[in-house]
């Protein structure tokens, strides 16, 4: 029987996926770990699956579940709960199992239904348009474009007013680097961003209490009173999440497929819907999904045993050739496409209809306004693998 692997060329492969020169062009190291054996052993001790049916599997099978927060306190943390960053991201969706999971996801998840998404399509369309009008000579597409776009949307979605969104691209940012490693270092910048975010959260949550609106904090907040489903905790978590996720993963969606599109100028942008899926799986904007195993189960023909961490590298099963024919090429036509980047099971991105729709609209739009939109320079890729995007990506639009 097969067994897992831990040998100095693997180290050194995923090493090297820890500093920026390996993160921009993970690819070719996820390709040569498949090769190695179906389950490597990082230096952690973390278990690192890069094939599409075993991230697939990691994803959906209900036997692989989220850390719980209480292992925190096992690698060094005991005190999570006193940092903002680690205390606002392990009472959210994001990391919670059920039952609390499912009662704060069938919540939050009728804000997310097709129709109302679908509902949201002319908004989307309005918004694109005014933007492509101050897209003109060169500019950065992130500030210009991606980041506004989808902050507007969710801005919209949530009830964060329009004058105060601009603010949290940073704040997300510096917040998010706990789901790549945590360290004093980046606790000592996570920490007051995430601070930040949850005092202007908890102040917007005390106006709708006052005045209710229409949008989803305002149903977050009435929830919360009617039978106190919600805890004050939960309440700003999942706002936090909300906004933050409801507009990080789609402006790496956009500057992502805007690069892999420079790059591949021969492509042409048929079907939205299949080309998005496309751009999804060539570069994906969440590259990790971090799970515990429950009880034995099999990866790769390999047993794993309960308690052991996993750690699936979406991004290597979206290029996994056993399940994409020549999986390194961008085909905007691909048959038969199911990337992994929106994870699966029951912790599917809520977003994910949101995110692709937005897309769906956004490069059309942008594509047919600008048909000599081309670089203006070399991007500056973020520095993170678990959240792979763009800081900036300079465009001339011709």
Not at 228 to 250: P, Q
Not at 264 to 278: K, L, N, T, Y
Not at 309 to 315: E, F, H, K, Q, S
Not at 319 to 344: H, T
């Amino acid at each position: 029987m097969a067994e897992i692997v831990q040998n100095a060329e693997a180290l050194e492969l995923l090493d090297e996926l820890t500093v920026m020169t390996g993160r921009a062009d993970p690819y070719p190291r996820y390709a040569r770990l498949r090769e190695i054996s179906p389950v490597v052993r990082a230096a952690d001790g973390a278990l690192v699956v890069t094939g599409y049916a075993d991230c697939s599997t990691v994803v959906r099978d209900p036997r692989f579940a989220h850390l719980p927060a209480d292992m925190l306190a096992f690698i060094g943390l005991p005190d999570w709960r006193d940092h903002p960053a680690l205390l606002q991201l392990f009472t959210s969706l994001l990391t919670l199992n059920p039952p609390d999971h499912t009662r704060l996801r069938r919540l939050v998840g009728s804000a997310f239904t097709a129709r109302r998404v679908q509902a949201l399509r002319p908004a989307i369309e309005r918004m694109v348009a005014d933007l492509c009008e101050g897209l003109q000579g060169e500019a950065d597409f992130v500030d210009a474009f991606a980041f506004p776009l989808p902050v507007g949307v969710i801005g919209e979605l949530l009830g964060v007013p329009a004058g105060d969104r601009a603010q949290f691209q940073s704040l997300v940012r510096d917040w998010t680097q706990v789901l790549e490693v945590i360290t004093p270092e980046v606790l000592r910048t996570a920490d007051p961003a995430a601070a930040t975010i949850r005092a202007y959260l908890a102040d917007l949550v005390e106006r709708r209490r006052r005045e209710p609106a229409d949008d989803l904090l305002t149903a977050l907040v009435q929830a919360q009173a009617a039978d106190d489903r919600l805890t004050d905790d939960e309440v700003l978590s999942n706002a936090a999440l909300l906004f933050a996720a409801g507009f990080e993963t789609t402006t790496n969606l956009l500057a992502n497929g805007l690069s892999a599109l420079f790059a591949h100028p021969s492509q042409a942008f048929g079907d939205p819907a299949a080309a998005v899926e496309e751009l999804l799986r060539y570069d994906s904007p969440v590259q990790i999904a971090t799970r515990v195993v429950t009880e034995l189960v099999e990866l790769g023909g390999i047993p794993v045993e309960a308690g052991e961490r996993v750690v699936a590298y979406l991004g290597a099963g979206n290029r996994d050739p056993r399940r994409f024919p020549d999986p390194d090429e961008l085909r905007l036509d691909r048959p038969d496409n199911a990337p992994l980047s929106f994870g699966g099971g029951i912790h599917y991105c809520l977003g994910a209809p949101l995110a692709r729709l937005e897309a769906q609209i956004a490069f059309p739009a942008l594509l047919g306004r600008f048909p000599a939109l081309a670089p203006a320079g070399p991007g500056e890729r973020r520095d993170s693998l678990s959240l792979k995007g763009f800081t900036s990506l300079p465009v001339r639009t011709g």
